[in-house]
Nanobody, 123 residues
Framework: VQLQASGGGSVQAGGSLRISCVGY????????VGWFRQAPGKERELVAA????????DYADSVKGRFTISRDNAKNTVYLQMNNLKPEDTAAYYC?????????????????WGQGTQVTVSS
């Protein structure tokens, strides 16, 4: 399944953004989806993951209580609502689909990544 992330932008600290990940392919709802981010000079990290049906979600400690991942399989879309943004959230955000949440949490990701969407938070 191919994914396209969008919705990034520039906000001030404390602000909010919602980014979207649209999947292309009839089997999108069969996959768990994770949001990852990569800041300049840093490794890519998993921010949040959601199960294929949306019933389970997991978050990095750094974003717990501020970010919410959700999905609408009828629209082949996964969202990441980001509230109370901090300058350290500045990064390029990417999404990837894997068969299970376990794959995402264990770092079993594909080598190919989409274009991503840039989020910039100013202090």
């Amino acid at each position: 399944v191919q994914l396209q992330a969008s919705g990034g932008g520039s906000v001030q600290a404390g602000g909010s953004l919602r980014i979207s990940c649209v999947g292309y392919g009839r089997t999108f709802s069969d996959y768990a989806v994770g949001w990852f981010r990569q800041a300049p000079g840093k490794e890519r990290e998993l921010v949040a993951a959601v199960s294929w049906g949306g019933g389970s979600a997991d978050y990095a400690d750094s974003v717990k209580g501020r970010f919410t991942i959700s999905r609408d399989n009828a629209k082949n879309t996964v969202y990441l609502q980001m509230n109370n943004l901090k300058p350290e959230d500045t990064a390029a955000y990417y999404c990837q689909a894997r068969p299970t949440m376990g794959d995402l949490l264990r770092g079993k990701t594909l080598d190919a990544w989409g274009q991503g969407t840039q989020v910039t938070v100013s202090s």
